[in-house]
């Protein structure tokens, strides 16, 4: 059964004392580097293309993305909405891993406003899907099914790295039957971090990404959609039928053009982070961990049959705040998570299978 990436039962409240949080990587607050430049950014207004700070953010993850243009968005959710409302019309399908967040964390809304159809494919153990898969699920042209326009697709998935061959091979079919490729890359940094490649080179097999900047990044908001000349001005009309088009924003673009200077480099410590806190955990015998899924900065922990919540409410009582998702807890390490949270993590989980014993 689908468990939500968010635990609702797990909520901040009044816990003064809080001392990690490793429910997310969104999380995250502004450094004070971030807020310096938030209070300094040139600003215009966006909607009538005249905030500086905006274009130049645009302009940079373009280029960085090897695409033609960028748009920038309030949120990850609204850009990918945005792309599939560009590329596909009503009776249109796309077809998409039933693992990516397009699929089943962004409420249906190609669906419900777009009257798009999802077509979804089983993902494998490491998130990804077969170029057989995609092949086997494009329509026939038959007015008894819709219209298979668009392949999207995912980098990470639940953390899982999707390498290049992957990702070229399954937009290699899709090209040759006509259909268009998204990739949402709201964690497309932390692959190029562990694949040690460039953004360009990840983006080169598809025509559009959507990148979000408030998750490892840290910014506070912000995901930005890059693309062709066409699908950029398409997706501006969607991103105004959407409620997305903004004023002033020139104080969140810096946001974004601070992290891609300063946070980027920094994703690699966040993946060392949570290599540690897996070797950590998996050393108390009462917790499952599988090593292999280990690859940027999400570690999946069972904590065994009745633990799950039983263990939230206890590590929420010692400051650090997890999910409560089953069967594997999902543990996020990014910027705010240091070296000694880490341990004490180790340390609390170990204590509550102790007092249990």
Same mark, same amino acid.
């Given at each position: 059964?689908?468990?939500?990436?968010?635990?609702?039962?797990?909520?901040?409240?009044?816990?003064?004392?809080?001392? =990690?949080?490793?429910?997310?990587?969104?999380?995250? @607050?502004?450094?004070?580097?971030?807020?310096?430049?938030?209070?300094?950014?040139?600003?215009?207004?966006?909607?009538?293309?005249?905030?500086?700070?905006?274009?130049?953010?645009?302009? @940079?993850?373009?280029?960085?993305?090897?695409?033609?243009?960028?748009?920038?968005?309030?949120?990850?959710?609204?850009?990918?909405? %945005?792309?599939?409302?560009?590329?596909?019309?009503?009776?249109?399908?796309?077809?998409?891993?039933?693992?990516?967040?397009?699929?089943?964390?962004? %409420?249906?809304?190609?669906?419900?406003?777009?009257?798009?159809?999802?077509?979804?494919?089983?993902?494998?153990?490491?998130?990804?899907?077969?170029?057989?898969?995609?092949?086997?699920?494009? @329509?026939?042209?038959?007015?008894?099914?819709?219209?298979? $326009?668009?392949?999207?697709?995912?980098?990470?998935?639940?953390?899982?790295?999707?390498?290049?061959? $992957?990702?070229?091979?399954?937009?290699?079919?899709?090209?040759?039957?006509?259909?268009?490729?998204?990739?949402?890359? =709201?964690?497309?940094?932390? =692959?190029?971090?562990?694949?040690?490649?460039?953004?360009?080179?990840?983006?080169?097999?598809?025509?559009?990404?959507?990148?979000?900047?408030?998750?490892?990044?840290?910014?506070?908001?912000?995901?930005?959609?890059?693309?062709?000349?066409?699908?950029?001005?398409?997706? @501006?009309?969607?991103?105004?039928?959407?409620?997305?088009?903004?004023?002033?924003?020139?104080?969140? %673009?810096?946001?974004?053009?601070?992290?891609?200077?300063?946070?980027?480099?920094?994703?690699?410590?966040?993946?060392?982070?949570?290599?540690?806190?897996?070797?950590?955990?998996?050393?108390?015998?009462?917790?499952?961990?599988?090593?292999?899924?280990?690859?940027?900065?999400?570690?999946?922990?069972?904590?065994?049959?009745?633990?799950?919540?039983?263990?939230?409410?206890?590590?929420?009582?010692?400051?650090?705040?997890?999910? =409560?998702?089953?069967?594997?807890?999902?543990?996020?390490?990014?910027?705010?998570?240091?070296?000694?949270?880490?341990?004490?993590?180790?340390?609390?989980?170990?204590?509550?299978?102790?007092?249990?014993?």
């Amino acid at each position: 059964m689908y468990s939500g990436m968010l635990d609702r039962k797990n909520k901040i409240g009044s816990n003064s004392g809080l001392i =990690a949080d490793f429910r997310s990587d969104t999380v995250t @607050k502004p450094s004070k580097g971030m807020r310096d430049v938030m209070a300094n950014a040139r600003v215009g207004n966006d909607v009538y293309d005249d905030d500086p700070t905006v274009a130049e953010l645009e302009s @940079k993850l373009a280029e960085m993305a090897g695409m033609e243009n960028a748009l920038f968005f309030p949120t990850g959710t609204q850009s990918n909405l %945005a792309a599939l409302l560009s590329y596909c019309g009503r009776g249109d399908e796309y077809i998409v891993g039933d693992a990516y967040h397009i699929f089943i964390d962004e %409420a249906g809304g190609a669906a419900v406003l777009g009257g798009i159809s999802p077509f979804p494919l089983p993902t494998d153990n490491s998130g990804g899907l077969t170029p057989q898969q995609v092949v086997n699920a494009i @329509k026939p042209d038959d007015f008894h099914c819709p219209i298979s $326009r668009l392949l999207c697709l995912e980098n990470t998935v639940n953390g899982r790295v999707q390498g290049l061959e $992957r990702i070229a091979s399954l937009a290699a079919v899709a090209h040759e039957n006509d259909l268009a490729v998204h990739l949402d890359g =709201a964690r497309i940094f932390n =692959a190029a971090t562990t694949l040690n490649a460039s953004l360009k080179t990840l983006c080169e097999p598809v025509d559009s990404i959507s990148i979000c900047l408030s998750k490892g990044l840290g910014a506070p908001v912000g995901s930005v959609l890059c693309g062709s000349e066409h699908l950029i001005k398409r997706a @501006k009309r969607m991103r105004k039928l959407l409620g997305g088009g903004m004023r002033q924003v020139g104080v969140l %673009a810096a946001c974004g053009l601070y992290a891609l200077e300063h946070n980027v480099p920094l994703l690699g410590k966040d993946h060392e982070k949570a290599t540690k806190l897996a070797q950590g955990l998996q050393s108390i015998p009462e917790v499952s961990i599988d090593m292999s899924t280990v690859e940027t900065n999400m570690v999946f922990m069972n904590p065994g049959e009745g633990h799950h919540q039983a263990l939230c409410d206890f590590l929420h009582g010692e400051g650090i705040l997890i999910g =409560a998702q089953v069967p594997k807890i999902r543990l996020v390490t990014h910027m705010d998570i240091s070296d000694e949270a880490i341990e004490l993590f180790i340390e609390k989980t170990r204590s509550y299978y102790q007092t249990r014993n």
